[in-house]
């Protein structure tokens, strides 16, 4: 029985049952063959059970596979949204159950109608990659489109992206991006977008806007503000991590307020902050990331040998993601002092995520400190991981800690603001 | 009527809740909450309704309202995954186990491996959008109590949220019933009496209800019609309160399809065609500058005008009555209502009234050029849609009866919902694996399926019961507790108890509160040893679940023990020299003086054995 054929089976019981042979899902058993009724259903019918068949028609397969290539609609200011992954648009054929992606601007407009006046939109197809797919060549890649698409004429640049590592990329652009005159916006989705109830198509919107009419030209990432619909929190690149496996509002600023919040219904950015980086008129990308930096963290009972190897491995920089003030236990400072030692650059941040790194007020610290391990005062240690990676593309080596003690993209801050904590209780 | 020369066709949804320890796609308890909720979320939903509308006008009705949802919830019985914030987690087995055991009764075909489905429901019911639903059996069959009951399929689904309020575009939801598992059996289309039909639904229930597993209470149980006639069209009627209504419903629904018919027939016979309604509409609020009508005229000062939809060959037709108080031109109403939330029209067969005098109806049909007329109230960009939709209805007239759901009203009359839905909106619930139905869990559902309904029942009526007690105990959540007592006490008759269990402790219960079940068996074990006898049953118990005291102390403070043979042959022989040998006249002398302390049987015997002379 062949997906698709439309099937009248007879049961060794005598029944008889009507439906369109579905392709087997993944944990569908071998012995089994999955059915779609009538009534919507599928089921699964054990081979065993089948006295005979007949096949009484062929489902015409809905075809929306569609070209890998850049269109535009609407009218007004362009924006240009690159996509990565993730199915942030889907089209689900409700005659086969099937979901399938799409990159069509036009049903964009049709999905969010009030689009419809705000910009034109492009779509860019750049690959489909899983987030956690997602390599620094690919950052680059990013890095590139964007360039290419501000050179174009788009008053700034959505970039579709699945979310998991979604904070990463967009740290990664927050550094490749020196200036342009519009922001690059991370967007993407926490329920899929073939659900009516989808926050896709909100965030998708809070980006345009964004996109559109903010007055920064930052690296961004733009999600649901909170589990209502109707508000889009816009984060810094540099400052946002995904804080819940599931939720709407899973990005959530670290060490930081949101940038500004956008409010979907009326079609307002309302910023949070006066300091930001302004829209320029040139386009200024540095895209490339190095492969030879490392992100560990540390752990009760780690063994030295996972930094030696690191070293082996030829790594030329090493981010830790330390305890509390940014401590590790002492079995590691012998391996420590030995890749610091053969220039392997060591960063100390810390696995608490909120507050400063500080290797003064405890001897541990301060030990550290002697053995030359560099604390990155309230920098996450994501970001410090792609600041690492990115400065050791585009620095000589020597240069690297200086680059990366100084903030270039709001990474760092001196002030630790009060509000800028995530707790509940 | 004669139903079965109408063709009457009935297929029966009956839905009910079951009592698992847990929701069926989270590990919330399945309890509704009457207090202040902890938050409240706010949501939209969409749809492209290109793609949706093509499949499902039901769901293209539901979407144009652009509503927005408020979901109420407690932090400490509903999670993230009635948010629609978490995936689902597996869903519950007890509610697995006892749908397989559901369609175990009815004889059904299960699937060898499940699939769970989500079907788009687009009104906010919902978090999602959707409704996840599985198929446990398909085609089953039942012979209950003579009922050849066809069952075309049973689905285990999840309830949606309460909704608490309307208004206007802002709806709100409780997401404490979100979740709750429910058995759906949909028999297939039923050729009995309305009456019949009635019963079956009761015994599809109870069938349900006899795995112990079911909810009880106010509202667990649902029941939907699909009713239709031939000539007609099947038509959807949701939310029956009750099971004493079907009938009524489905007798005024084929009252309703009857008319329309005879509606059509006499447009047909007059010469309307579908293409001679259109959407000429003009306005002639100027007509109404001087109205006395209050209605018109408050309309106007909100800004509104009044338009007018000429109808050639309609007079007599729209105030034709299709139900009680229920005329051809609400159901037109019904539909403008929902699809373009203007509250109301008037028709030239209900004027003049309403405040508009003769004058401006003749003016009316004077500028229209046409006696039938529809009047609109409202600014333009909602009357044109309200227009559309009347004149869409109007042309069905000319055709016959229109496919659509409707809602029962209390009085068994029904009113239009929306379209009936398309029958393809569903597609595999990707965040859940299939679910292999092994052995195991085929041998779990039979312990729970162990008898059916009928089997249950023809016992029941086997150990003397009458068939209203049987069902009455099928329903009740005394069964188990009957059959108990039953074989414990064989000397206290199965009736006698079976009544003590439904009725004597109900209403001991609205008096004296919950009635320990301890308490029933004392009581008849006392009736078992000769103590008491039944007819101070009831009194006995509400004695003892009021002072809290055991029956026999109770019984003996009361003077209500049974008096012995020896004192029942004495009262019966001072009877007999009162009012003469007949046995109706010395049982009711007796019962009348010592009623609760004396056993009619025992007067019986004393009478005859006196009589006999011994």
Same mark, same amino acid.
Do not use: A
């Given at each position: 029985m062949e997906p698709n054929s439309e099937v009248r089976i007879r049961l060794t019981d005598g029944r008889v049952i009507e439906g369109i042979v579905m392709q087997p899902h993944l944990f569908t058993g071998h012995d089994i063959v999955v059915l779609k009724l009538k009534n919507g259903y599928n089921i699964g019918i054990s081979k065993r059970d089948i006295a005979g068949w007949e096949v009484i028609g062929e489902v015409e397969q809905r075809r929306w596979e569609e070209a890998f290539e850049r269109r535009t609609a609407g009218s007004g200011d362009r924006v240009s949204v690159i996509v990565t992954g993730g199915t942030i648009l889907s089209r689900v054929d409700y005659r086969t159950g099937g979901v399938y992606p799409s990159l069509d601007p036009d049903y964009l407009f049709e999905l969010v109608p009030e689009l419809e006046g705000l910009a034109s939109v492009t779509v860019v197809p750049l690959f489909s990659k899983f987030s956690e797919d997602m390599m620094p060549t690919d950052w680059t890649a990013i890095a590139n489109a964007v360039e290419s698409e501000l050179d174009r004429g788009a008053v700034g640049v959505v970039v579709m992206h699945g979310t998991d590592t979604m904070h990463y990329s967009a740290a990664a652009l927050a550094f490749a991006l020196r200036a342009g005159p519009g922001p690059v916006v991370f967007v993407g989705a926490q329920r899929s977008s073939d659900r009516p109830s989808s926050d896709a198509y909100e965030n998708l919107l809070g980006a345009i806007i964004t996109a559109r009419a903010a007055p920064f030209a930052e690296s961004v990432v733009a999600m649901h503000g909170g589990m209502d619909d109707g508000v889009i929190a816009i984060h810094r690149g540099t400052r946002v991590r995904k804080m819940h496996t599931s939720r709407r509002d899973t990005f959530t600023a670290v060490n930081d307020v949101p940038l500004a919040h956008v409010d979907v219904e009326k079609g307002d950015l309302r910023l949070l902050t006066s300091d930001y980086r302004e829209r320029d008129s040139r386009v200024l990308v540095r895209p490339a990331f190095s492969d030879r930096a490392a992100l560990i963290k540390y752990y009760p009972g780690m063994p030295p040998q996972l930094l030696d190897a690191l070293v082996e491995m030829g790594v030329r920089g090493i981010v830790l993601e330390g305890t509390g003030f940014g401590h590790v236990g002492e079995q590691l400072l012998d391996s420590l002092k030995r890749a610091i030692d053969v220039g392997v650059h060591v960063f100390m941040t810390s696995q608490t995520l909120f507050g400063r790194v500080n290797l003064r007020v405890y001897s541990r610290g301060r030990e550290l400190l002697r053995l030359g391990v560099m604390p990155l005062e309230d920098m996450a240690p994501e970001v410090a991981y792609v600041k690492l990676a990115w400065a050791l593309a585009n620095y000589p080596v020597d240069r690297v800690p200086e680059v990366m003690a100084t903030p270039l993209a709001y990474e760092i801050s001196y002030t630790s603001r009060p509000d800028a904590f995530t707790k509940c209780g | 009527m004669k139903f079965r020369e109408l063709g009457l066709k009935v297929g029966l949804e009956i839905h009910v809740q079951l009592n698992s320890p847990r929701k069926l796609f989270c590990h919330c308890r399945p309890e509704l909450r009457g207090e202040e909720p902890h938050f409240k979320v706010r949501r939209r939903l969409r749809v492209s309704l290109s793609e949706l509308g093509e499949v499902d006008p039901a769901a293209l009705w539901e979407l144009r309202k652009q509503r927005t949802y408020i979901y109420e919830g407690y932090n400490d019985s509903t999670c993230l995954v009635e948010l629609d914030e978490e995936p689902p987690h597996e869903p519950d087995e007890y509610s697995l186990e006892t749908a397989l055991a559901v369609a175990q009764m009815f004889n059904a075909k299960i699937p060898d491996e499940v699939y769970v489905m989500r079907k788009v429901v687009v009104d906010g019911s919902n978090t999602s959008g959707f409704q996840r639903t599985m198929l446990i059996g398909v085609d089953g069959r039942a012979k209950i109590l003579g009922y050849e009951i066809g069952v075309e399929s049973i689905a285990l689904e999840e309830d949606a949220c309460r909704k608490m309020d309307e208004d206007g575009e802002r709806v709100t939801y409780r997401l404490?019933?979100?979740? @709750?598992p429910l058995v759906e059996v949909s028999t297939a289309p039923l050729e009995y009496e309305p009456h019949e039909v009635a019963e079956i639904a009761a015994l599809v229930g109870y069938s349900i209800k006899s795995t112990g597993r079911a909810k009880r209470g106010i509202g667990t149980v649902r029941q939907d019609l699909n009713v239709s006639i031939v000539g007609g069209a099947k038509v959807e009627i949701k939310g029956v309160p009750t099971l004493s209504l079907i009938p009524r419903v489905i007798e005024l629904e084929v009252q309703r399809q009857l008319n329309l018919l005879r509606i059509s027939g006499e447009l047909r016979s007059r010469g309307v065609r579908p293409d001679d309604v259109t959407d000429d509409v003009m306005d002639v609020t100027d007509i109404f500058a001087n109205t006395t009508s209050n209605l018109i005229r408050s309309a106007i000062g909100r800004g509104a005008s009044v338009y007018a939809l000429k109808l050639h060959g309609f007079s007599g037709i729209l105030g034709f009555e299709v139900q009680p108080k229920r005329r051809f031109a609400t159901e037109i109403a019904d539909r403008v209502r929902v699809w373009s939330g203007l509250g109301g029209i008037l028709h030239s067969d209900e004027l003049p009234g309403y405040g508009i005098s003769s004058d401006e109806v003749a003016a009316v049909r004077a500028r229209l050029g046409s006696d039938a007329f529809i009047l609109f109230l409202g600014e333009w960009d909602v009357v044109k849609e309200a227009v559309k939709v009347a004149v869409e209805r109007l042309r069905i007239a000319i055709i016959g009866v229109p496919e659509e759901t409707r809602a029962a009203n209390t009085d068994g009359t029904t009113r239009f919902m929306r379209p009936r839905p398309g029958a393809a909106r569903m597609y595999p619930e990707t965040d859940l694996l299939p679910i292999r139905v092994t052995g195991d869990l085929l041998e779990r559902a039979r312990r729970i399926a162990s008898e059916t309904l009928e089997a249950k029942l023809s016992r029941l009526m086997g150990m003397g019961l009458s068939r209203e007690l049987a069902f009455q105990l099928v329903k009740s959540p005394y069964l188990d507790t009957f059959e108990e007592l039953a074989s414990r006490y064989p000397n206290v008759p199965p009736t006698v108890i079976g009544t003590i269990l439904t009725s004597t402790v109900k209403r001991v219960s609205k008096e004296a509160g919950e009635v320990p079940e301890g308490l029933v068996e004392s009581l008849i074990s006392a009736l078992s040893g000769g103590l008491? @006898?039944?007819?101070s049953a009831e009194e006995l118990l509400l004695a003892a679940a009021k002072s809290g005291k055991p029956i026999d102390v109770v019984a003996r403070e009361m003077g209500l023990t049974r008096l012995s043979y020896e004192e029942a042959k004495s009262i019966v022989k001072d009877a007999v020299s009162a009012v003469g040998s007949d046995m109706g006249k010395v049982m009711s002398y007796v019962m009348r003086k010592y009623r609760g302390r004396i056993d009619a049987s025992d007067v019986r015997r004393a009478l005859e054995e006196l009589l006999k002379g011994q």
């Open positions: - | 404490d019933r979100l979740g @709750v008491i @006898v039944k007819e």
